[in-house]
T-cell receptor
Framework: EPEVTQTPSHQVTQMGQEVILRCVPISNHLYFYWYRQILGQKVEFLVS????????KSEIFDDQFSVERPDGSNFTLKIRSTKLEDSAMYFCASSEAHGAPASLHFGNGTRLTVT | EDQVTQSPEALRLQEGESSSLNCSYTVSGLRGLFWYRQDPGKGPEFLFTLYSAGEEKEKERLKATLTKKESFLHITAPKPEDSATYLCAVRGTSGSRLTFGEGTQLTVNP
């Protein structure tokens, strides 16, 4: 069964450094998402992306975050200047379509630790 | 603002002991209620999508139902391998995002 692949599985960085989290969505999917989950808390929406542009973003997704689809297979999340509170699991997801009956398929996440 | 509340927070069952998990929601125009399973250190794994009140979906020992205010995930004769956190999420008409609940951590003892 096709799956969403994320790399790296674990990233440790120092406060103020830039990180790029990478994702390969399912190949025939058109909609891409990033979510995060702080330890012990809910899964939270960050951003959705379609047709090479952001279609929706949350209040969390401020100017330090950016997303890009640099080629036909990768989807990246960049955090420009990491803060301690950015430590979380970051999940990439993709779907065939935007509305019903679309379901999101998630990767296994990148655990980001900011020290 | 869409909201999802799941109960109980944690549930311990003996193998074969059936039970139900609850997901209460408020949403501006439901465009889908989703159930996911999450194992430790893994991403959410899609289980079901429900769209309208009265709808039911089944998969192995799991059955999801939907009313206008809540959804239930019924687990019949669970096995230890059903142990996981079960997440409920909704998508409303306001956008593309899923709003998740806190989840129910299910433990099934042999």
């Amino acid at each position: 069964e096709p799956e969403v692949t994320q790399t790296p599985s674990h990233q440790v960085t120092q406060m103020g450094q830039e990180v790029i989290l990478r994702c390969v969505p399912i190949s025939n999917h058109l909609y891409f998402y990033w979510y995060r989950q702080i330890l012990g808390q809910k899964v939270e929406f960050l951003v959705s992306f379609y047709n090479n542009e952001i279609s929706e973003k949350s209040e969390i997704f401020d100017d330090q975050f950016s997303v890009e689809r640099p080629d036909g297979s990768n989807f990246t999340l960049k955090i420009r200047s990491t803060k301690l509170e950015d430590s979380a699991m970051y999940f990439c997801a993709s779907s065939e379509a935007h509305g019903a009956p679309a379901s999101l398929h998630f990767g296994n996440g990148t655990r980001l630790t900011v020290t | 603002e869409d909201q999802v509340t799941q109960s109980p927070e944690a549930l311990r069952l003996q193998e074969g002991e059936s039970s139900s998990l609850n997901c209460s929601y408020t949403v501006s125009g439901l465009r889908g209620l989703f159930w996911y399973r999450q194992d430790p250190g893994k991403g959410p794994e899609f289980l079901f999508t429900l769209y309208s009140a009265g709808e039911e979906k089944e998969k192995e020992r799991l059955k999801a139902t939907l009313t206008k205010k809540e959804s239930f995930l019924h687990i019949t004769a669970p096995k230890p391998e059903d142990s996981a956190t079960y997440l409920c999420a909704v998508r409303g008409t306001s956008g593309s995002r899923l709003t998740f609940g806190e989840g129910t951590q299910l433990t099934v003892n042999p």
